[in-house]
């Protein structure tokens, strides 16, 4: 079975600039996350999909941060415009329906310079 | 939200059981146990999970204290590739479906 896919894998931008993370989960999953991992710290949720809809995003910075899940498949998570701080890795996590197991992707590693 | 406590670090050496602890003393009685472990440069990985009867899986054991205020996760024959962070979670119940990750125990298995 294939895992969760993400790209780009690296990302390097500059403040201001904005930037699209992409994410493919595994067949059948209903429920898409995103967490984002700043170095040292555990990962935090930003967004949870339900199919195609939002169930959670009470922790997204909406004034920079937006996602959006085609289909109720693949989802994108951008930024625009980036700061300083939202150096970090971005993971994505797909499970079959919300109480079930996450399984994570590799993650996106992003640096804004 | 129950909340989880954990060892900041632990070694173990390779061949040898690891035993890693979690206090989560404020879980409610429909909120379940899971362990994730990260790996150096990947995404977590979810090992198992329980509700309140010890459980086993090919890759590890958890074991539930009979009030549920603490667990263990035993590796029985921890390797070098076991070598990562490990993430004690509450989950379900009152909790909700989220994962709500601490700073987790970075196991370091040494030759």
């Known amino acids: 079975e294939a895992g969760v896919a993400q790209s780009p894998r690296y990302k390097i931008i500059e403040k201001r600039q904005s930037v699209a993370f992409w994410c493919n989960p595994i067949s059948g999953h209903a429920t898409l996350y995103w967490y984002q991992q700043i170095l040292g710290q555990g990962p935090k949720l930003l967004i949870q999909?339900?199919?195609?809809?939002?169930?959670?995003d009470s922790q997204l910075p909406k004034d920079r941060f937006s996602a959006e899940r085609l289909k109720g498949v693949d989802s994108t998570l951008k930024i625009q415009p980036a700061k300083l701080e939202d150096s970090a890795v971005y993971l994505c996590?797909?499970?079959?329906?919300?109480?079930?197991?996450?399984?994570f992707g590799p993650g996106t590693r992003l640096t804004v310079t | 939200d129950a909340k989880t406590t954990q060892p900041t670090s632990m070694d173990c050496a390779e061949g040898r059981a690891a035993n890693l602890p979690c206090n989560h003393s404020t879980i409610s009685g429909n909120e379940y146990v899971y362990w994730y472990r990260q790996i150096h440069s990947q995404g977590p990985q979810y090992i198992i999970h329980?509700?309140?009867n010890n459980e086993t899986n090919e890759m590890a054991s958890l074991i539930i204290t009979e009030d549920r205020k603490s667990s263990t996760l035993i590796l029985p024959h921890a390797t070098l590739r076991d070598t990562a962070v490990y993430y004690c979670?509450?989950?379900?119940?009152?909790?909700?479906?989220?994962?709500?990750f601490g700073g987790g125990t970075r196991l370091m298995v040494k030759p």
């Open positions: 979670i509450v989950r379900g119940g009152n909790a909700g479906n989220m994962l709500t």
């Open positions: 999909f339900q199919n195609n809809g939002v169930v959670d």
């Open positions: 996590a797909s499970s079959l329906d919300r109480f079930y197991e996450q399984y």
């Open positions: 329980g509700l309140k």
